[in-house]
C-alpha cells in the first residue's frame, strides 16, 4: 500500500507563491503519469496538472501559466510551483498517479492552500 505525504500548503496572498511537495512512500519511476488534484468543500476533486515519465506535462486552463510541475523519480517526490494566486485556487491538494486507480485509489491527507488577503 502506498502513501502520498503531501505538504507546503498554507495562507498566501493574491499574486504570492507556494511550492507543495508529495513524498511517495514507493518508487515512483515506474508510474509513468504522475498528477496534483485539488477539490474545494462541494465539489469535486479536480485535476490540475499531469507529468509523465516521458516529458509530456498537461496544465487545467484555470492554472497554465502559473503552475509548474516537476517531479524527482531518485527522491520518489513530485513539486506543484504556484505563482500567482488567486482566491480561486483555494482547496485542498493532493497528488496521486494519473490515473489514481493504478495506487488503487488511495488518497493522502492532502495539504490546504488558502489564498485571501
Known amino acids: 500500500q502506498v502513501q502520498l505525504v503531501e505538504s507546503g500548503g498554507g495562507l498566501v496572498q493574491p499574486g504570492g507563491s507556494l511550492r507543495l511537495s508529495c513524498a511517495a512512500s514507493r518508487r515512483i519511476v515506474s508510474i509513468n503519469s504522475m498528477g496534483w488534484y485539488r477539490q474545494t468543500p462541494g465539489k469535486e476533486r479536480e485535476l490540475v496538472a499531469v507529468?509523465?515519465?516521458?516529458?509530456?506535462?498537461w496544465y487545467a486552463d484555470s492554472v497554465k501559466g502559473r503552475f509548474t510541475i516537476s517531479r524527482d523519480n531518485a527522491k520518489n517526490t513530485v513539486f506543484l510551483q504556484m505563482n500567482y494566486l488567486k482566491p480561486e485556487d483555494t482547496a485542498v491538494y493532493y497528488c496521486?498517479?494519473?490515473?489514481?486507480?493504478?495506487?488503487?485509489?488511495?488518497w493522502g491527507q492532502g495539504t490546504q492552500v488558502t489564498v485571501s488577503s
Open positions: 496521486n498517479a494519473v490515473p489514481s486507480a493504478v495506487f488503487g485509489n488511495y
Open positions: 507529468i509523465s515519465n516521458d516529458g509530456s506535462i
